[in-house]
């Protein structure tokens, strides 16, 4: 796989300092190689889980709150990162966060990932954040791991 | 970024020749500079019984492994475009530590997840994992391709 023909380079952010460095090396690449730019938000719950009309809710609003805010703010920030010239698309899914940039990998053909070495979940004493690691198992195109 | 200077260790393998192209790709794209890196592990080519024995045979050993390690770094150097600059360097020590070492002098490390080491169901090497782990700068890996 030439860097030439990367056309399409999958950055997922989750507001974190090192998903904001992620975003402007994947700029970076996608502005010299003219690659499409995915910013991709893995949420744990489908914006349906916080349903109006269920006025009954076992889960307090900090975790499940409006998940629509929330990626909305995060991607708007990730995009907040990126020089005007560049083509991107913003996207949002469901589920376990590695699996769910894997998929996203898969189906839309992605050409290289490129991931902060740690996210907001920090634990003392590791360096590559699980879903780092993960994806960098699963994943079948290169990896940029941005420290 | 700040992409001008490339570390890209080389031991090789198969993903390490992969690795070396994309990281020629990688070096196009930014105008860096390439820096190939061949770690000689002495411990794993020289074994007690051989340290123990006849100096001459010691020599020539290293003298081999020594020849066999500019081999692989002319192999990588000849992939390189005359556009590009790039040089070879063949260190001794651990792996791992020599890579970390040159690394402080580079911005970005591009390397394969498995090489001559591992065993094929590893999906990331010890060597590459380590310096995944401990790399100051962002590190790009490149998948060892599916057999």
């Known amino acids: 796989m030439c860097m030439q023909m990367v056309r399409r380079i999958l950055v997922p952010v989750d507001g974190s300092c090192h998903s904001d460095k992620a975003v402007g090396e994947a700029a970076l690449i996608a502005a010299a190689v003219d690659a499409q730019i995915d910013l991709l938000y893995v949420s744990y719950f489908a914006p349906d889980t916080d349903d109006v009309l269920t006025k009954v809710s076992w889960l307090p609003d900090s975790v499940v709150g409006s998940t629509t805010k929330t990626s909305q703010l995060i991607l708007e920030h990730g995009l907040s990162l990126l020089p005007a010239q560049l083509s991107y698309k913003t996207h949002v899914a469901v589920g376990i966060p590695a699996t769910a940039i894997i998929e996203f990998a898969k189906e839309n053909e992605t050409d290289l990932i490129v991931i902060g070495a740690r996210g907001l979940g920090i634990v003392e004493g590791f360096l590559l954040g699980s879903v780092s690691q993960e994806i960098l198992d699963l994943a079948q195109c290169p990896v940029l791991v941005v420290k | ?147």
Do not use: W
């Open chain 2, 1 to 147: 970024m700040g992409c001008s200077r490339i570390l890209v260790p080389v031991d090789g393998s198969e993903n390490s020749f992969k690795a070396a192209q994309q990281a020629i790709d990688l070096g196009l794209c930014c105008e860096a500079e390439l820096e190939f890196l061949h770690v000689v592990n002495l411990g794993s080519s020289l074994s007690r019984s051989q340290a123990n024995a006849q100096q001459t045979k010691d020599t020539s050993v290293l003298e081999d492994v020594i020849d066999r390690g500019r081999k692989i770094l002319d192999q990588a150097l000849d992939l390189v475009p005359e556009t590009l600059k790039a040089k070879g360097h063949c260190v001794s020590g651990v792996p791992e530590t020599a890579i970390l070492q040159e690394a402080q002098k580079c911005d970005v490390i591009v390397m394969g997840t498995r090489g001559l080491g591992a065993l094929r169901a590893v999906l990331v090497g010890s060597v590459s994992s380590y310096v995944l782990n401990n790399a100051k700068c962002s590190v790009l890996l490149v998948k060892a391709d599916k057999k």
